[in-house]
């Protein structure tokens, strides 16, 4: 594991797109593993920077976002999909037939699930697969439990994931309750994985994660089997290692 902390939330922003945009200048059919939420808003504004001068294109890339809430409008403003098109689908050149995002809304989530199974198996691998940390462990929308699910899964979000994310909504009843997520094992069978953790509210977990021990009740913690992990910290996320 290759951990890297960063005194400036620019600094960090610059190297994970960094690590991105280079990627897909090597490999433009690279697959991408997207993530939501706060963590990866400055790196997708530097990736669009450098999509603005000319240094990268996605148009032969593909993306698989890694959760959506279900229930809520595509268009809603909080609803993953809508963040994508808001931070990066609307500004790069992303072809809309290769960006993946798990369907919320569908008639028949079990069989939303299977397709996005499906998909991923086809795609065969991700190249890389951006994370963010819930501060309870979770990764994508794999909450702490007992066992986890390897493949695209329902999941009933914890209390503390809704309120985390209710600074998002107007009030917590409109947090959604449920979501759909990929599955550990189909993150933990990307190429590469980069984990990105801003913040002091997270430096104990970011220590659980990453140094305590292998647990389900951490999903987190699963990534120190995966043999090709870097971490971007700032110092107050990192304070603790
Ligand atoms: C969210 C997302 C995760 C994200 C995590 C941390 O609920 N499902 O993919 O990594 O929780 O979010 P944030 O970056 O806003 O702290």
Do not use: W
């Amino acid at each position: 594991m290759n951990i890297l902390t960063f005194r400036s939330n620019e600094e960090l922003n610059e190297a994970g797109a960094g690590i991105i945009t280079g990627l897909v200048q090597t490999n433009p059919r690279a697959v991408l593993g997207l993530a939501t939420g706060g963590t990866p808003v400055g790196i997708y504004e530097e990736i669009v920077k450098s999509y603005n001068k000319g240094m990268v294109s996605f148009k032969s890339a593909t993306s698989f976002n890694l959760d959506e809430y279900v229930g809520i409008a595509e268009d809603h403003p909080e609803s993953y999909h809508a963040y994508m098109k808001h931070h990066l689908f609307g500004h790069v050149d992303f072809a809309a037939e290769r960006t993946y995002l798990p369907n919320g809304n569908a008639e028949n989530l079990e069989q939303e699930c299977a397709r996005y199974n499906q998909l991923l198996e086809d795609a065969k691998q991700i190249d890389l697969q951006l994370l963010g940390l819930g501060h309870n462990g979770h990764i994508g929308f794999n909450e702490p439990d007992h066992s986890l699910v390897s493949g695209t899964h329902i999941v009933k979000l914890k209390d503390e994931t809704r309120q985390a994310n209710a600074r998002f909504f107007d009030s917590i009843d409109q947090v959604p309750t449920h979501a759909l997520t990929m599955g550990v094992g189909a993150i933990l069978k990307a190429k590469m994985i980069l984990l990105v953790v801003r913040g002091a509210d997270k430096a104990e977990i970011v220590q659980k994660a990453l140094q305590g021990p292998i647990t389900t009740e951490c999903p987190a913690s699963l990534l120190q089997t995966h043999p090709h992990v870097v971490v971007l910290l700032d110092t107050e996320a990192g304070r603790l290692l």
